[in-house]
């Protein structure tokens, strides 16, 4: 199953054999659902910056340039070519780069930040979507758990590199499993009833409760009233998740395409969700560029957020977390994003989230960073840190959520971080009454790696995590035996020209 023609792949290069394996990724890494935009004139910038500054330090280091990009050190050359290049967004130094121990010690301080990635996804064995599942032999034979080691055939996408990648080459402690469904059965992310034996089986095997799972919700297909009945009574979901598009798999087929403030349609499921505890309504919004819309003029409607003030509103008892935050330029040139935001000071439709609290007299709407922050931050940083803006300033630091998306553009610990160094520039505070994000382990940044999610699911830390579990001790073996981030990307990259 694909969803670019044959021309358009012709186009492309798999992302972990064409791609510069550096920390933070140097160009945009798609899956086959959208052309990635080509390299960009600053983003080849940073790349020749850092291949030139990690070809020395790692001599002098004593390392290869591959070993020096898993280290500190080369995470933080990565945000320093970018500075040197984008402008002073991050918080990294040269100093930094150069000195493992600096690095080092700043990267343990923080390797205990307790950290939930709220948007996270793997693919199933048997799927059909090929262009989401690269095949390569990069987890090999590790030697440090039975389960997870010996020649390794399956997609990078799937479980066994998802382990990897989320839990032991990031800083993240818990992850939340979604999904995305289709009106064809089989090319759903995964079954819903594998969603939570994945959670069960995570659960299990780390002695303590790494993970939480969404059930998918398919409002106006037959009998799906009657599956939120199943799982509220089997599955027990920690949230919901719903496309308002429908199939946002097959576009082009997207029978049953919905509005969150359909009163007939949704206020059924909110009333079940509402008795049931299960409070959280994940939402995918945006991700619709022009060229989307040009293609599939249809579902435009659906993919904004004029139908979340009203259903807030109606349902104060409930939350609404809209997910990628309703940014609608990925798959679209970051350029075009960038420049909507410098001539107008907003972004569709992530400024009209932010501004559907005053509008709405609302508290229970939330804004997910998967997708939003991995686009822009490689691309645009400045973009990155205006949408942190306002965000921050529309929903406050307490509605704004950590999601990555990943594994679509690998392990997660780029992303972290790239928010933990991340400031908003003094000039656009100013400018627009944005508040300073503050240091990597400030309130704000705390708030939104953990504290928010923790308060909307109920997830006590302390209980939860209670000391050294089984992934930790994992963790500690898999580092001590020479570990380390692929720094891979799946997907695809446009050739160069």
Request: aromatic letters at 12%; a neutral charge.
């Amino acid at each position: 199953m694909k969803f670019l023609t044959d021309e358009q792949l012709a186009e492309l290069s798999p992302a972990e054999t064409a791609s510069f394996p550096s920390p933070v990724p140097t160009q945009i890494v798609s899956s086959d659902e959208y052309l990635p935009v080509p390299q960009t004139d600053k983003q080849r910038q940073v790349e020749a910056r850092l291949k030139e500054m990690s070809s020395r330090l790692a001599r002098r280091q004593g390392l290869s340039r591959r070993r020096f990009f898993q280290t500190a050190s080369g995470m933080a050359a990565s945000f320093v070519a970018m500075n040197e290049v984008f402008g002073p967004v991050f918080d990294a130094t040269p100093a930094e780069a150069a000195t493992p121990e600096l690095a080092n010690e700043r990267a343990a301080a923080l390797s205990g930040q307790f950290i939930i990635d709220g948007h996270t996804h793997f693919l199933r064995d048997d799927t059909r979507l090929a262009g989401f599942a690269k095949m390569r032999n990069a987890f090999g034979k590790l030697g440090w758990n039975k389960e997870l080691t010996g020649e390794q055939t399956l997609d990078d996408l799937k479980f066994t590199n998802y382990i990897k990648e989320v839990y032991m080459d990031s800083d993240t402690k818990v992850a939340l499993l979604s999904n995305s469904p289709s009106d064809i059965p089989q090319d759903w992310f995964i079954p819903q009833a594998v969603v939570f034996e994945t959670r069960a089986k995570v659960n299990k095997e780390a002695g303590s409760r790494r993970m939480l799972a969404h059930f998918t919700i398919t409002p106006g297909q037959p009998g799906w009233l009657d599956q939120v009945d199943q799982a509220i009574e089997v599955y027990k979901p920690d949230s919901w998740k719903g496309y308002t598009v429908g199939d946002n798999t097959h576009k082009e087929l997207a029978h049953w395409p919905w509005h969150a403030d359909d009163e007939k349609l949704m206020y059924p499921f909110y009333e079940k969700a509402a008795k049931a505890g299960i409070k959280n309504v994940c939402i995918h919004k945006g991700l619709f560029a022009p060229g989307v819309e040009k293609q599939f003029p249809r579902l435009r409607p659906y993919a904004d957020v004029s139908d979340i003030g009203k259903a807030a509103k109606d349902w104060p008892q409930l939350n609404f977390l809209v997910y990628h935050s309703a940014y609608r330029w990925v798959g679209g040139n970051p350029a075009d994003g960038m420049a909507e935001f410098d001539q107008t000071g907003r972004s569709s439709w992530t400024s009209d989230l932010a501004e559907i609290p005053e509008k709405y007299g609302v508290t229970n709407v939330y804004g997910d960073l998967g997708q939003i922050f991995a686009w822009t931050a490689v691309a645009e940083p400045r973009l990155a840190a205006a949408l942190m803006g306002m965000l921050i300033k529309g929903l406050g630091a307490d509605h704004v959520l950590w999601g990555t998306d990943a594994v679509w553009t690998g392990a997660p610990q780029w992303q972290i971080e790239g928010l933990r160094r991340l400031e908003i520039p003094e000039d656009m505070q100013k400018k627009y009454g944005f508040a300073p994000l503050g240091p990597a382990d400030g309130p704000v940044k705390r708030a939104i790696f953990a504290g928010n999610s923790a308060r909307l699911y109920n997830y006590d830390q302390h209980a939860a995590l209670p000391g050294a579990d089984r992934f930790a001790q994992l963790k500690a073996d898999y580092l001590a035996a020479g570990g380390g981030r692929s720094n891979l990307r799946y997907g695809y990259v446009r050739n160069s020209a």
